[in-house]
């Protein structure tokens, strides 16, 4: 039997500054740090971007120092099955899981797209987000998307400011689909007066209303519009308790720990009549993307995350008439360049540690 070819892992923390304060329910963000991570060997490469789970410690720094003590199995050339045994969900399985998607992908000359099933990928039609503001800076986020047929609203738990929030961007645009999430900002006894306006506004969409933890509420809520469990939702373990509770289930690959993980979900909600939603981390393109084949086979889109950044690849996904489209050479495209391995592989790993933003 062949042994696995040894791979070159590595990595590198990059800052990831936004342009702008960002606010939800509880935080405010002004970066967003990412682990990035390239597979690499003679001929071939791939590349892993993971912000990691802020809400549950989950950061860059950590998944750094739980990869490093994983290189030797890693290196050693590990598969995307063996790495589900290796590291359990979270930012550092993902970074590593999606090089393998694109490592794979380079060495059989197809697209990630086509390794994972699909007969195509197309564009699709993704929410941009508005962070917990004033109602008049919403209004005016919501005008600046002009482009945009979905907006999501963040929400921070203060009933009044929410119902105001909602109302002022459905005044800005009575021509886009619009959803609202809560982070985990309302208790069952203060959410009524919400869902009221919520339907009012034709809001088609509610995501995590209650603290994760809490979905026995879900049991007793009263609400006319879908429901999306985003932070109750961690890991194929989870899909089960979350049936009955929620209409929708949030993907995000840097929660479940990658492509591999998030496709499982697809398979397992799917077969339990569940609709399906992908976010991500406000990451680069290089999140974006796998994000982007997880897309493919989801109901509700929300992959502007790149938007908010300061800088973002040199080759990036492409914002156009309110949807998102990834070109094959953002990340998983099938086929390296045509030129010396050696030179390349060593332009790859200097491209992450020097300056990948443009």
Known sequence: MTRPARLQLSLAIEPLPLKAPFRIAGYCFEAMPALTAILSEPGHYGRGEACGVYYLGDEPTSMLATLESCREPIEAGIDRLQLRGLLPPGGARNAIDCALWELQSQRERRPVWELAGLTRARPLVTAFTLGADDPDIVAAGARAHAQARLLKLKLDG???AD???????RRARPDVDLAVDANQAYTLDRIEPLIAALSDHRVMLLEQPFARGREAD???????????ADESLQGLDDVEALHGRFDVLNLKLDKCGGLTEALLIVARARALG??????NMLGTSWAAAPAFVLGQRCDVIDLDGPTFLAGDRLRA??????????PGDVWGGGIADADDDAARAARTTAAVSAAPLR
Request: net charge negative; hydrophobic share 50%.
């Open 218 to 228: 879900m049991d007793r809520l009263d609400c006319p519009i879908d429901v999306a």
């Open 158 to 160: 203060e009933v009044e």
């Open 274 to 279: 569940m609709k399906l939603m992908v976010g």
């Open 163 to 169: 119902i105001e929030r909602v109302a002022a961007a």
């Open 317 to 326: 996904v492409v914002y156009r008439d309110g949807l998102i489209h990834c």
